[in-house]
């Protein structure tokens, strides 16, 4: 039984245009949402969170959207670079700590 | 410089025969986790370390074992693996175990079940 999903195996969008990555959680007893970035032959690292009291966050390029009532959050970049294909992990902490992950979706960007 | 290592980056056992990956880490964490990753699906947390107290996850299959020696250093063995144990295996290392702590990960193992 999956709590994350990420319904998209994988996106492509032009350069410098928008991309944007969903994901639908299930658990409402998760607090924190994390987006991880992975390239091929690398682990996964951190690309940017968001704390269930808020509803957006947003990090140079890269902008995390929240909607609790909906369970769902996205990820936008704007605007997207070739450098940004990779595969993108969304990621919910409950109040352990503990990640639950989706199963990743691969973006690819075109020049 | 690599903060979580994981050795080696390509791991290929035997059906059966015990094999152990290595993950070790100079960020000094408290937290250390094993995930497994198979083609196209979720990383799978299988267990994880808060300082020597380890926490296995209730669909860890018991095939599935780890050490921690000491801060820097956690060990996955798997006793008899399966066809079915061929994965990618995450390291991954967080200060503490608080709902908004990230993870850093190793680049990890991709283990080959002949």
Redesign the interface.
């Known amino acids: 039984d ?1 709590q ?1 999903k990420q319904n998209s ?1 994988s996106l492509s969008v032009q350069e410098g245009r928008i991309s944007i990555l969903n994901c639908d959680y299930t658990n409402s007893m998760f ?2 949402f ?1 987006w ?1 970035k992975k390239y091929p ?6 690309l940017i ?1 968001i ?1 269930s009291i808020k509803d957006k966050n947003e990090d140079g390029r890269f902008t995390v959207f929240l909607n609790k009532s909906a369970k769902h959050l996205s990820l936008h970049i704007v605007p997207s670079q070739p450098g940004d294909s990779a595969v993108y ?1 969304c990621a919910a ?12 979706t691969t973006l690819q960007v075109k020049p | 410089d690599a903060m979580v290592i994981q050795n080696p980056r390509y791991q290929v056992t035997q059906f059966g025969k015990p094999v152990t990956l290595s993950c070790s880490q100079t960020l000094n964490h408290n937290v250390m986790y094993w995930y497994q990753q198979k083609s196209s699906q979720a990383p799978k947390l299988l267990f994880h370390y808060y300082d020597k107290d380890f926490n296995n996850e209730a669909d860890t299959p018991d095939n599935f074992q780890s050490r921690r020696p000491n801060t820097s250093f956690c060990f996955l063995d798997i006793r008899s693996p399966g066809l079915g144990d061929a994965a990618m295996y995450l390291c991954a290392t967080s200060r503490e175990r608080h709902v908004n702590e990230k993870l850093f990960f190793g680049s990890g193992t991709q283990l080959s079940v002949l």
Do not use: M
């Open positions: 999956q994350v195996p607090d924190y994390l991880y032959a690398e682990g996964p690292t951190f969170s704390s992990f902490s409950d109040d352990t700590g503990k990640l639950i992950f989706g199963q990743g």
